[in-house]
């Protein structure tokens, strides 16, 4: 038969250790997510002239929008004057007045 292990309470006259305020940790590869992006940027339609702002690719590029797809957060697919298309959130279109 095993013997029991025998536990012994804490002392009494053992002081309490002294309060220590953790750092918090963030992970390098933690994502920001915008709460802000369901709201959408505006009304937009096929064929608005538009500017990419944000961060990311293309920022700051003009471009047209191609269509328009349906999803939780507003998006549109645009293609750039170099030829290149892109989903974008509407949040990070500006429309371009026409000037003259």
């Known amino acids: 038969m095993r013997k029991r292990k ?16 953790e750092p918090v940790y963030v992970r390098p590869s ?3 997510i915008d709460l802000t992006a369901g709201a959408g940027g505006g009304a937009f339609a096929i064929g ?9 690719l293309y920022n700051g590029e003009a471009a047209v929008v191609e269509s328009l797809p ?13 030829g290149r298309t892109r989903r974008v959130r509407t949040i990070d279109l500006e ?3 026409a000037q003259g």
């Open 70 to 82: 349906g999803g939780v957060i507003p998006s549109a697919l645009v293609r750039t004057e170099g």
């Open 48 to 56: 608005d002239r538009v500017r990419i702002i944000g961060s990311g």
């Open 30 to 32: 933690v994502v920001a």
């Open 6 to 21: 025998v536990t012994y309470p804490t002392p009494r006259n053992k002081k309490a250790p002294p309060a220590t305020v």
């Open 95 to 97: 429309k371009i007045t």
